[in-house]
Nanobody, 123 residues
Framework: VQLQASGGGLVQAGGSLRLSCAVS????????MGWFRQAPGKEREFVAA????????SYADSVKGRFTISRDNAKNMVYLQMNNLQPEDTAVYFC?????????????????WGQGTRVTVSS
């Protein structure tokens, strides 16, 4: 499985972006997927996760109500809709494929990582 994240860019505070993660290789429809981010000088942190069929989602407290994770298994795509972006959301965002079908928030449960897409939010 290979993951390709895209959709990052520069946006003003209060703006929106939608990140996409294209999944190639063998089928991923049985695996939960997640988004993580790493800000400059900080450790990677969990952002959002979605179960194999989209029935369950999990979010970091810092993004609840602003970000929405979704997936389209027919298209092998995972998305992260980010609204009301703030400067503290500035980071490189990574999509990841989980070892499991249920959602998890710890990166040790994710086995395949994409290359990351940079999001910069200006104040």
């Amino acid at each position: 499985v290979q993951l390709q994240a895209s959709g990052g860019g520069l946006v003003q505070a209060g703006g929106s972006l939608r990140l996409s993660c294209a999944v190639s290789g063998r089928a991923f429809s049985n695996n939960a997927m997640g988004w993580f981010r790493q800000a400059p000088g900080k450790e990677r942190e969990f952002v959002a996760a979605i179960s194999w069929n989209g029935g369950r989602t999990s979010y970091a407290d810092s993004v609840k109500g602003r970000f929405t994770i979704s997936r389209d298994n027919a298209k092998n795509m995972v998305y992260l809709q980010m609204n009301n972006l703030q400067p503290e959301d500035t980071a490189v965002y990574f999509c990841a494929a989980s070892l499991y079908s249920a959602t998890h928030t710890e990166d040790r449960f994710f086995r395949v990582w994409g290359q990351g897409t940079r999001v910069t939010v200006s104040s």
